[in-house]
């Protein structure tokens, strides 16, 4: 996403101050795919991705008459994510809220989804090398998960991911750092299977 695209969010940006429904749809559009993935991998899949994914759109429809640009769009989209996906990951943690129920639900939607065509001992490999990858960045302090979704996922440039965790770029690389250990260290043992 070049200096085009943001042109174009911008465009949107000003067209949805004015109350441009179709401006909005055209916005959420191009970057609902992003959004939900990333809110995805924060949540772990959990059942409010959407829901979070939904406010966060909403938030960007209640801000855009005040909205200037400091900044990329992408940037300013993400801090709200941020943002939303960190509160919610406090509540659950207040609430003591570890769903095993969604691991399983998740386990049996991702085992029924499944293309036959494909050779049942290599895909079912392949579902569980996933879900580890998942549950490993799961498992890591929510900057540094952010971070590498971020970066990983949405192939985010340093600068944007430090403005977007509100961090020097030289805390971001070293919070990659430190998440890339943990990794490799929590997926060692399955991948020396």
């Known amino acids: 996403m070049g200096e085009d695209s943001n042109d174009e969010d911008l ?15 055209t916005l959420v559009a191009k970057h609902q795919h992003a959004v939900i993935g990333t809110v995805g991998k924060m949540t772990n899949q959990s059942a409010d991705t959407e829901d979070i ?18 900044a990329k769009f992408t940037t300013f989209l993400f801090t709200i994510a941020r943002n939303l996906v960190f509160n919610e990951t406090r ?21 029924a989804d499944q293309n036959p065509s494909s050779r049942p001992d290599q895909s079912l490999a392949q579902q569980e ?17 952010l971070a590498v979704v971020l970066r990983l996922f949405e192939q985010m440039p340093y600068e944007e991911i430090a403005e977007v965790l509100e ?10 750092f430190r998440a890339r250990a943990t990794l490799r260290k929590s997926l060692q043992p399955y991948l020396d299977e």
């Open 167 to 176: 961090l020097s770029v030289s805390v971001v690389k070293s919070q990659l």
């Open 91 to 111: 509540k659950k943690s207040r609430r003591k809220e570890h769903s095993l129920e969604e691991q399983q639900d998740k386990w049996h939607a991702t085992a």
């Open 129 to 145: 090398l996933r879900q580890l990858v998942d549950q490993a960045i799961a498992a890591l302090p929510e900057k540094q998960r």
């Open 11 to 25: 465009a949107l940006m000003a067209r949805i101050a004015k109350g441009d429904e179709k401006a909005f749809g």
């Open 53 to 70: 994914a939904q406010q966060i759109f909403l938030r960007i429809w209640k801000a855009a008459p005040r909205y200037t640009p400091t």
